[in-house]
């Protein structure tokens, strides 16, 4: 399983704007082959900053995703939102049980 977690932050007056543009990736990618998990939250404390979590099934899911129409909209969507810092990461991992 492949994870990618982790933080972009924007221009809090576009919040509306980044917030349609990823319900529409969300719906979109959440419906796709080898897609686990696909999330984004706004941070408690960090006005504009967008927390992202994803869960992949494999590398060519992932890789599919990138290439897919829904990712190339929300990316022209995300050049007006201000972004001021990006920071994901990528997690290869071997096993996934329930901590709590």
């Known amino acids: 399983m492949i994870v990618v977690a982790g933080t972009i ?3 809090p007056a576009n919040l ?4 349609e543009a990823i319900d529409a990736l969300q719906d979109a990618t959440r419906s796709e082959e080898g897609n686990i998990s696909y999330e984004f939250w706004l941070s408690l404390t960090e006005p504009g900053a967008l927390h992202v979590f994803e869960e ?4 060519d899911a992932l890789n599919l995703h990138m290439g897919t129409d829904h990712m190339a909209a929300f990316l022209t969507a995300a050049a007006g939102f201000g972004i001021t810092a990006t920071e994901l990461n990528r997690y290869d991992v071997s096993d996934k049980t329930r901590f709590m």
């Open 16 to 19: 509306g704007a980044a917030k």
């Open 9 to 11: 932050v924007i221009d």
């Open 56 to 59: 992949w099934a494999d590398e």
